[in-house]
């Protein structure tokens, strides 16, 4: 499929449409939802016969390939963010050097669970966006929040539409002496705390992290309930592996680690013999 | 002005290097009445005259809020002024529900200033008979911009545009350097007392003229009437007192009017030029 | 041993999607149907009196079986959904995830309206399913200085309709130099929802506010956009533990009547408040996704006033 060209407001920015105008407030709607509007009059010239009007068009029914849980939290310099590196192709363990924490502009920070290709659009998306800030060179620049709000938005469109973009998305950010945590899901559905988990990481490590997460904590008290977190999501979810990255958003800007391997330990004897204390399972 | 055999479109140049439909157009906004603008690190003040089309007509508007950190105050065609404010609404408005910020001034300029300069390259349009002085408040502090229909655009610290535009300026010249330091209270005084070098028919009072307001946690206002009548009684009270002592902080209103038989036409560069 | 393997193999296929796994089914699909529709305006003698359908209603659940005979009477965005939200039509059942475009986030709104001034609040939980998502997730939006809307349900759709209304009542203060008043934001809430019967937001709302003539107003909406004014009202999760509390403690007066009577409760501000915080407390007890806290917006002459009382975080 020839991808059809995004015609979208600056103001508003790709991936995007505003909400429904009065009819005083011009045709926005229709320009910018009809990629292939005739600005004078006519029959639209449609390039894509799929994307534009009419025609079957396919929509993403299932994910191929998924990263598991996404971790964060905030602690006293700003956000912590932490996954492993795997891409599954279903339960194929298939890609093992996944990035899936991306830094957008200086001072966010993306994690992003779920289709790893749908990942990519919305980096796209967002690289749109940092580099039309760089260019108006005025000392502007995406904030968290507004990355925030605008994945919503992004997210719940595309919810609108039936072809969601199956990632649950982790925004970390720290700008102007703030830090920002925040989550968005594939229905669009966000929230921003304290402590955030994406995918089984909900499940987890958030109980881990509802016990012992304070905004106060230092690094290293940070580090290291991060990697219990990833340890845990790592002994029960089956499609992660030992190979993590810790990425951080401070004053100072985001740096993500390289990646990693956590100590574990196979030999509780719970992992021995797990059908032990529960009879009739397997 | 005189019409000449290559002003009839915008997109023919004259052999002097002019598009003269956007000189036109940058005209119109010089026949309207004046409108002036000033900041200091905090506030932005607009400032403008209206007129009214007859002795039983309202006064004309001409100042718009576009959002609550941002207002425009036009001049030369109000019908222009109107669907451009419309369109800075909406922008404003589209960026606030998406990003749930307000949207940076000085892109919205751009924005605009784009706009206009479509205007004046297609043979079927042509350019916006208004005069845009843009203040507004955001992430990067106070801005006072002025777009012109030629679809070039200024940030200024203080300016005035329209009808006698040149006497406010020339107030303003005088006295800018100690606007950014200065309350609002003094902005809004030198605002208006740089609108009153521009007043032609009788005195600036609190029905043809209004003011707007916004700044730091001072979302966009606009004072008329009621709420601008303490304003002019201060500056009158004031202007007493100045003739009594003779110190005259202000050139005497009555200076101001005459300037009009030279249209101060060298006090700009022909926008369309510019590059 | 297949089988077992099987098996296995479907139940963790649900794992590598990011949603919850109360949202995979392994043969179903999610499917959203209208069972009936809004019913007509009747006209009495002159006096309009909105016949309001309560028992338009949805169901989002797996769907069990081969196609119905609901399928065909969906209109042409409800099957596009279904294509596209149900991956039966491969043939078969199948281990891929699907999805469903709506979530219930929970919670619960209470209005209460007085004499000259009126109570709302909601709770602050978020959760989907047996998960507390978030503990601190406001319900409540202020659309101007004497119109305020609480909404439960799916937070996405009610976060994109706060701004809806938010961005309207904008442009309708720049055309007509005032603001909304809390009668008008009222109907336009109902259109607002109405426009999108088809693909309805997942909300469920409550207005408060003061009109025009000062009085207290609490107008209570279906998913769908039919309204009603009355004197108090509770929307949410926790509406069937809270409104037989209400309907106890005030009496709502029947819209039959001729002349119409004022709805408005005879509380006082502050009884009214103590009976919304007994509500919430009353909820938090057995409802799981009322708690955490309830936020309690009050609005009367002076303005708008917030005060919070802590829920039990269970």
Redesign the interface.
Known sequence: MIPAPQKHSYALGPGVVA????P??GRAIQELNNVNYPKAGGQPFVVDAGHGVGGPHQ?T???YV?G?SVLALKYKDGIMVACDTLG?Y??TKRYKSMERMKPVGKFTLIGA??EYSDFHYIMKLLDELTTDDYCHDDGQNLTPTEIYNYL?RVM?NR??K???L???LVVGGFHNGESFLGTV?????????SHVA???G??LARPLFREKQYDDMSEDEARALLEDGLRVCYYR???SINKFQIAKVTAEGSTISEPYALITEWGYEAFVNPAAAAVGT? | MFRNQYDTDCVTWSPAGRIHQIEYAMEAVKQGSAAVGLKSKKYVVLATLKRAASELSAYQRKVF?IDDHMGIAISGLTADGRVLSRYM?REC?NHS?VYDSPLSVGRLVLQVADKAQVCTQRSWKRPYGVGLLVGGYDKTGPHLYYNCPSGNYYEYKAHAMGARSQAAKTYLERKFETFDDATLEELIKHALFSLKESCTDGELNSKNCSVSVVGLDTPFDILEGDTLKPHIDALDAEDAGAMETDTAPAAPAADAPTDEAAPPEAEEPPAAMES | MRA?AKRR?NT??T??????RSRCTTSGKTSVDIRSHHRSRRCFSGILILTLSYNVYWQIRPREGSQSRCYQKLNNLDR??ML??G?QQHGGPTQ????????N?GGTCVAVAGKDYCVIAADTR?S?GF?I?????TKVCKLTDKCLIASAG???DA??LH??LQ??G??YK??HNKSMSCVAMAQMLSNTLYMKRF?PYYAFNLLGGIDNEGKGAVYTYDAIGSYERTGYSCQGSGQALIMPILDNQLKAVSPLLVPPQDGATPLTQEQAVDLVKDCFATAGERDIYTGDEVEIYVINASGVHKQTQELKLD
């Open positions: 909400p429904a105008m009065h005083e407030y929509h029914q299932y994910p998924t598991t599954s279903g339960s669970s779920g919503t719940y919810r609108n039936f072809d969601p199956w990632n649950s899901g594939m229905v669009g559905t966000c929230y921003t705390d994406t995918g089984f909900a499940h979810d089956k499609n397997w | 809020k609404r408005i529900f | 077992r193999s963790l296929s794992l590598f999607s990011s949603i919850p596009k959904m596209s939200a991956p891929h995830a699907s999805w469903s475009p709506y979530d986030n978020m989907t998960n998502l978030t503990r601190d997730q799916f937070r996405a976060i994109t701004k809806t961005t309207r904008i442009m720049h055309s693909f």
